[in-house]
């Protein structure tokens, strides 16, 4: 299948399991926050259980900034950059990160519960609360973390 009619059918099938499902977030939404039509792309496919696909790349997402996060409040010993980064946050900072990392780790065995007990209603409920937290909370902490940062590194543009 071609990039287009991936995508083609992409749209189609999430407009399906939107009504399905009640979800309230659109497919443009919860790309420019997980980058779901790269994700999509990238497989090469689209699964039966499209929900499931979309929470995955969620939780991938979410686990992926968390282990980042364990970086800086554990760095590696034998990791200089880890170090270095680490240093860079005082000790309240720090206990802000880890507040992240609780709700990183909600929100991940949450979507595991929804697996194991095969919660339809659950699966988009999910995506909607996925993208919220994003919204609300995450990307601004998340940004605030990556200037301090990138300021840190020497580029302060």
Do not use: C
């Not at 977030?25 to 979309?54: T, Y």
């Not at 990791?79 to 900072?93: A, V």
């Amino acid at each position: 299948m071609e990039n287009e009619e991936l995508l083609k059918e992409l749209e189609n099938r999430f407009k399906k399991i939107k009504s399905e499902m009640g979800i309230k977030s659109s497919l443009e939404e919860l790309d420019n926050a997980f980058f779901i039509k790269d994700f999509i792309l990238k497989e090469g496919f689209i699964s039966e259980r499209l929900s499931r696909q979309i929470n995955y790349k969620i939780v991938d997402t979410y686990m992926g900034w968390n282990e980042y996060f364990h970086s800086l409040i554990m760095p590696n010993p034998q990791n200089m950059l880890n170090i270095s980064e680490s240093k860079i946050f005082s000790k309240e900072e720090k206990k802000e990160i880890v507040e992240m990392m609780k709700k990183i780790m909600q929100i991940s065995s949450k979507n595991n519960l929804i697996l194991i007990t095969k919660d339809k209603k659950g699966e988009g409920k999910f995506l909607d609360e996925g993208l919220e937290f994003w919204e609300s909370e995450f990307k601004e902490k998340i940004a605030r973390i990556m200037k301090k940062i990138n300021k840190e590194w020497g580029n302060t543009e």
